[in-house]
């Protein structure tokens, strides 16, 4: 079965620091770009980061640049996203998404076709 | 990177068809067929139901279809039934090597 596993999400403090993952089975991870979805409470979806299949590229939302870092690591299956400087703004679940095609390496991965449960990030004094 | 233009919500009865837009610019939707829909129910995980303006994943039935006109997409959703109750996403890459989605739809049955 494929699945994406989120973890790493809780409470913290702005200005704080959080790393979530995601564990990745049933596909061969390392074909793929992958990418963070997020999704603040009651709102709609927002692109975060995205990641070509062996790291060459990195992707950024303009909300998100300088402070968050995605990474994976191909010999574990997982998916990372580093959240340094965090803000009120940044609480949301926030989910693992598999690219539907293709590595990543010229352009963001475009369409994601399997999704994780989501990890709830809460920033907040 | 504003997020695409979708209506709040939309309705319609079992059995009609209901067309969801989603409005961009020249730097998204208008210059690219990168263009995916997503169905959202509460407490779940979006799911794809539309790629590349019109194509469609396996196992999503035919009843969803997409297209593109200028710099404003659609999805339509014909012979609605109970479960397609949900919320719609569209999105779209963009020049910024980035992408964007929409505002989502709320969509009854």
């Known amino acids: 079965e494929v699945q994406l596993v989120e973890s790493g999400g809780g409470l913290v403090q702005p200005g704080e620091s959080l790393r979530l993952s995601c564990a990745a089975s049933?596909?061969?991870?390392?074909?793929?770009?992958m990418a963070w979805v997020r999704q603040a409470p009651g709102k709609g979806l927002e692109w975060v980061s995205a990641?070509?299949?062996?790291?060459?590229?990195?992707?950024?939302a303009d909300s998100v640049k300088g402070r968050f870092t995605i990474s994976r690591d191909n010999s574990k299956n997982i998916l990372y996203l580093q959240m340094n400087s965090l803000r009120a703004e940044d609480t949301a679940l926030y989910y693992c998404?598999?690219?539907?095609f293709g590595s990543g390496t010229y352009s963001p991965p475009d369409a994601f076709d399997v999704w994780g449960q989501g990890t709830l990030v809460t920033v907040s004094s | 990177q504003s997020a695409l233009t979708q209506p709040p919500s939309a309705s319609g009865s079992p059995g009609q068809s209901v067309t969801i837009s989603c409005t961009g610019t020249?730097?998204?939707?208008?210059?690219?067929?990168?263009v995916s829909w997503y169905q959202q129910h509460p407490g779940r995980a979006p799911k794809l139901i539309i790629y590349?303006?019109?194509k469609r994943p396996s196992g999503v039935p035919d009843r969803f279809s997409g297209s593109k006109s200028g710099n404003t997409a659609s999805l339509t959703v014909s012979g609605l039934q109970a479960e397609d109750e949900a919320d719609y996403y569209c999105?779209?890459?963009?020049?910024?090597?980035?992408?964007?989605f929409g505002t989502g739809t709320k969509v009854t049955v």
């Open positions: 999105s779209s890459y963009g020049d910024s090597n980035n992408l964007v």
């Open positions: 998404a598999k690219g539907n």
């Open positions: 990641l070509s299949d062996s790291s060459y590229r990195t992707y950024y």
């Open positions: 020249s730097s998204d939707v208008g210059s690219y067929v990168f």
């Open positions: 590349e303006v019109n």
């Open positions: 049933g596909f061969t991870f390392s074909s793929y770009g």
